[in-house]
């Protein structure tokens, strides 16, 4: 008898393990998680508007205990209308991306991340200029961003990521078109990014 009861204990006491151990928030060495960002937007002042809609998706691995990488894709689009006139501007990027989580395996943790990127445009309208055309180009980013982590479930989480170094060049795609370098340092709310991840 005695055991038996102490078999059952043995079982129950696994079994209380494995469940804690299933509800433990945070990320480890293997997880595959996937975060993304969703956009509607719309401004009009006087007879210029514009709708914007963008969407970008991610996903990440961790490849060590602190370490994760990644890919990214994005898509924004945006319709103008000016003056009676419409047109569309359309951005397409995909990147990759590398993290350092000071405490992954914790509820709530540090991160820092570089990530690289390839845009390429196609727009109908300059809006500098603000002038309708034929806008076409290419370039490519690299940004570096600390960031944080907080798990609300076992699985899912929200995070938020703030620019505070980042450099880009784009070559507009026409004959004798120079580069524009941009370098950017410091923190802009409009930098600040909120988002949810769903770790696997």
């Known amino acids: 008898m005695k055991k038996i009861i102490l078999t059952v204990a043995a079982v129950f006491a696994f079994g209380f393990a494995n469940a804690q151990e299933e509800t433990t ?14 956009g509607f937007g719309s401004t009009k002042t006087g007879d210029f508007k514009t709708s914007d809609f963008i969407i970008a998706p991610s996903a990440g691995y961790f490849v ?8 990214a894709l994005g898509y924004e689009s945006s319709k103008i209308e000016f003056g009676g006139d ?9 990147g ?3 993290r350092y989580y000071f405490t992954p395996a914790s509820k709530f ?4 991340q570089l990530g690289v990127n390839y845009n390429s445009y196609d727009n109908e309208f300059d809006l500098e200029a603000e002038e309708l055309g034929e806008f076409k180009g290419d370039g490519f980013g690299v940004a570096l961003a600390p960031g944080v982590n907080y798990f609300i479930t076992k699985n899912l989480s929200l995070e938020a990521t703030f ?14 078109a120079e580069k524009t370098n941009s370098f950017d340092f410091g923190l ?4 600040i990014r909120l988002g949810l991840v769903y770790k696997f």
Request: glycine share 16%; aromatic share 12%; no cysteine.
């Open 188 to 191: 802009d709310t409009r930098d």
């Open 64 to 71: 060590t205990e602190n370490i994760a990488i990644g890919v």
């Open 96 to 98: 990759a991306f590398g």
């Open 25 to 38: 928030e945070g990320f480890k060495k293997g997880d595959v998680f996937i975060s993304g960002a969703v």
């Open 163 to 176: 620019g505070i170094l980042g450099f880009e060049t784009t070559k507009p795609d026409a004959d004798g």
């Open 86 to 94: 419409d047109a569309k501007n359309n951005t397409f990027s995909v």
């Open 109 to 112: 943790s540090f991160f820092g």
